[in-house]
């Protein structure tokens, strides 16, 4: 029987069009930094706000914040769930820095995967809703 795990997720990208992605602690694959819903967490907004806060350290923007959908996959991490996901494409300033559970923080052209270990969640659902914009 699978547990459902439902996240907030942000869509992040640079002028060149990569997107950022992060891989925790301990996982083998990277995914869209985000998180769970908090109980003081108002909206899936501020749930991004303060996730991108505390695992990258950066400034999150809400103007300009663009729901892309719900998306769901078998989770990454934690087997025997799936998780669902509320993805927007927002606006940070950085510095983007590993902190708290993230290990790494990388840039990645969602049109060149090629040999990258990405979870399910984002290498068949977010990202290619990304390359065909």
């Known amino acids: 029987?699978?547990?459902l795990i439902r996240i907030v997720a942000a869509v992040i990208r640079d002028p060149q069009g990569r997107v950022l992605m992060v891989r925790k602690h301990?996982?083998?694959?990277?995914q869209q930094p985000g998180g769970k819903r908090d109980a003081e967490d108002?909206?899936?907004l501020h749930t991004l706000e303060r996730e991108l806060r505390e695992e990258l350290g950066c400034v999150m923007h809400r103007e300009?914040?663009?729901w892309l959908g719900r998306f769901s996959a078998p989770a990454?991490?934690?087997t025997g769930f799936v998780v669902e996901a509320e993805v927007y494409e927002v606006?940070?300033?950085?510095p983007f820095m590993a902190q708290a559970e993230i290990e790494e923080v990388r840039w990645v052209d969602p049109a060149a995967l090629d040999g990258l270990a990405i979870a399910r969640l984002s290498r068949?659902?977010?990202?290619?809703?990304?390359?065909?914009e």
């Open 76 to 78: 990454a991490n934690e």
């Open 1 to 3: 029987m699978s547990g």
């Open 26 to 30: 301990g996982a083998a694959v990277l």
């Open 124 to 132: 068949e659902q977010i990202l290619p809703v990304l390359v065909g």
């Open 91 to 94: 606006h940070a300033d950085g």
């Open 42 to 44: 108002r909206d899936d």
């Open 64 to 66: 300009g914040a663009r």
